[in-house]
């Protein structure tokens, strides 16, 4: 079963609608549905609230480091309560999928996420649930910084918090470790290229009629 689930962001009211808070989104919705109260937890260094799912503790985090220290409080609840890497889901902004898509994978490198980097070095360990919730990206790898700290378009919000419903009908699935269900849930397709249309047909063009001369 997950025992940790940890969505990551930046606080403070100015960052609270942007991209990069899509892991707070999340673990604020699935607090509301599970009935959990989050408050802070000095010595956790984020929110952190608790609830019970058959006989096991789960606990739902919120790191309040800021993106980049995300492992501080992440290894701090995991050491605390003597939680394994591969008992714990990260949910967090992912440039590499568009708004609309969502993925499920376990362990892999954090490409250049500082707040995955943060808790791979925490943790010591990259064998840890991810949840990536597609965020798009602007196309230049110079706009990134600005990109994240954007708040996404409403179309693109709209999309996102679509994909995220997705994900959250998989939450009994994740909680459960039933990780083959949840993706079922989760993963979308590509929806198929287009066919260029078919070019109409060029009609026939009648030979000109010659006169007959009667020679």
Not at 28 to 35: F, I, N, P, S, V
Not at 173 to 194: C, F, Q, V, W, Y
Request: glycine share 10%; hydrophobic share 35%; aromatic share 6%.
């Amino acid at each position: 079963m997950i025992r940790l689930i940890a969505g990551l962001g930046n606080p403070g009211p100015e960052y609270e609608q942007t991209r990069h808070n899509a892991g707070f989104w999340w673990v604020d919705e699935a607090a509301r549905q599970l009935g959990v109260s989050l408050q802070m937890e000095r010595g956790h260094f984020g929110l952190l609230g608790r609830t019970n799912v058959r006989g096991q503790n789960l606990w739902l985090l919120e790191p309040q480091t800021y993106m980049n220290r995300s492992g501080q409080a992440v290894a701090s609840v995991a050491r605390f309560f003597k939680i394994a890497p591969e008992e714990i889901l990260v949910v967090h902004d992912e440039l590499d999928l568009p708004p609309g898509e969502a993925k499920l994978k376990k362990g892999g490198g954090h490409a250049g996420h500082n707040g995955l980097r943060d808790i791979h070095a925490q943790l010591g360990s990259p064998d840890y649930w991810r949840l990536r919730i597609g965020i798009g990206h602007p196309g230049n790898r110079n706009e990134v910084a600005n990109w994240v700290l954007r708040k996404p378009s409403p179309d693109d919000r709209i999309a996102i918090t679509q994909a995220m419903d997705r994900c959250l009908k998989a939450l009994p699935d994740l909680i459960a470790g039933e990780m083959n269900k949840a993706t079922a849930l989760i993963h979308t397709s590509k929806p198929p290229r287009p066919k260029p249309p078919k070019k109409p047909a060029t009609p026939a063009v009648d030979a000109p009629q010659v006169p007959d001369t009667g020679a």
